[in-house]
Every structure is written in C-alpha cells, then in structure tokens.
C-alpha cells in the first residue's frame, strides 16, 4: 500500500488553543490595570473605582465568556479521536474569534455608558457568537454532517453526538443572531440576554450530564 501524508494529532489544535486563550485572557487584564494610574490620582479612590464600572464589569464578562469556552472545548476534546483538514480549520477560526474577543470586551468597556452604547454591545455580541456562525458556514461544505470521530469511552453513542452537536450549533447560531440584532434597538435587553447565555455555559460537564438522556431520546435512530 501507498505510504500517504496523515492528518496532525488532536494534541497540537489543544496545545495551539491553551496559548491562544492564555494570551487572550491576559489582554483582557491589560484593560483593568491601565485604569491604576488615574484611579490613584484620584482623591476620591473609591469613587474612582466605581465610576470605572464599564471596565470592570466588561473585563469580568469577557473573563466568563473565555474561560467557560475553554472550560467546554476540553470537556468536548477529550473524547475526539484524531483530525481531519474540517476539524483543524474549526478549530483555527474558533481561536481567531477566542483572539478577537479582548477587541469586543474593549468596545463594551468604552461605550457601555456612552451614546454608542448599542454599537459596544453589538460588536461585543459579533465576537460572542461569531465561532457559532463560522461553524455552521463549515458545516454546510459537509451538508451538516459533523466530520468527526469520537473515543469508545464517550458517555452517550457517538451517533447520537454527532446528531445532536449541529441542532445545539444552529439553535445557538440564531439566538445570537436575535440578540445581536435586538442590541441595536434594545442594547440592555440583549446584554441580559447575552449575560443568561455565558452562565448557562460555566459548568458544561453538569449541562452535558443532565441533558444526555434528553439527547439519547431526542437523537435515537428511528
């Protein structure tokens, strides 16, 4: 048989996906510390502290946001057996929107108190939901079959998993699209929306859990 060029290890997408989101999460930071300076000069330093609530509050968002994403990708990664080029290009537009998110987190923290409210929420949304709009792009040269291959340890049978992973990314996909498009006539009601959405995602292995016997019944094979 023909000797033949294989696909790279899974190991390099998640060593490449740690530094990517290690860098990001650090430059979220960068944000809160340049605000040391002027609130020091300040005779009224906690005053100032508050009066900066944009940027906190946008650093912590942005923080759950990144972090949770992380926390869901390896809980999902550890039961994908070897890549392909879909899997590998998933994965890289995945990490151009995780390195993106510091420049949505900046636009929110700017204008969240200011007339251009609607346009840090709108683009703080864009860098939310935008690996869930590039994947379903991808999905669609594959006539939304997931292209992937899933370990014999995965909890729930790998069909089911590969039935259900494209229905959760399309539902998601138009949820930020409505909430993207609600910001920009109602930016606080689309910030709520996007706040229930990040806390419904900070614990994936209890979500995953409790909706695997929902998912088997749903996705069986008839």
């Given at each position: ?7 790279i290890?899974h ?8 530094g990517?989101?290690s ?6 930071g ?15 330093f906690n005053?100032?502290?508050?009066e900066n ?7 912590f ?8 994403t992380?926390y869901?990708y ?6 994908t ?8 290009w ?9 390195a ?11 204008n969240l ?16 939901f935008?690996n869930y709009?590039?994947?379903m792009i ?6 939304f ?15 089911i ?20 498009a ?8 689309a910030?709520?929306?996007y ?9 994936p292995?209890r979500?995953?859990n409790?909706?695997?016997?929902r ?8």
């Amino acid at each position: 048989m023909e000797k033949q060029f294989k696909h790279i290890s899974h190991k390099f997408i998640d060593s490449l996906s740690d530094g990517v989101f290690s860098i990001a999460l650090t430059l979220l930071g960068l944000s809160v510390v340049e605000l040391v300076p002027e609130i020091s000069k300040s005779e009224h330093f906690n005053e100032a502290i508050l009066e900066n609530w944009p940027t906190l509050f946008s650093y912590f968002l942005g923080f759950v946001v990144l972090f949770s994403t992380w926390y869901q990708y390896h809980v999902t990664s550890q039961y994908t057996e070897g890549t392909n080029a879909w899997i590998v290009w998933q994965h890289g537009l995945a990490m151009a929107w995780v390195a993106l998110m510091p420049f949505g987190v900046a636009l929110l923290a700017q204008n969240l108190d200011t007339p251009n409210r609607k346009w840090g929420v709108f683009y703080f949304g864009i860098c939310l939901f935008g690996n869930y709009w590039t994947t379903m792009i991808l999905a669609a040269f594959t006539k939304f079959q997931w292209p992937v291959t899933w370990t014999e340890d995965l909890p729930t049978p790998p069909e089911i998993f590969r039935r259900a992973a494209p229905f959760f990314m399309a539902v998601t996909s138009v949820l930020g699209l409505f909430l993207v498009a609600l910001s920009l006539v109602f930016p606080w009601a689309a910030l709520i929306g996007y706040g229930l959405y990040v806390s419904s995602n900070i614990a994936p292995v209890r979500t995953l859990n409790r909706f695997k016997p929902r998912l088997e019944r749903m996705f069986a094979p008839k």
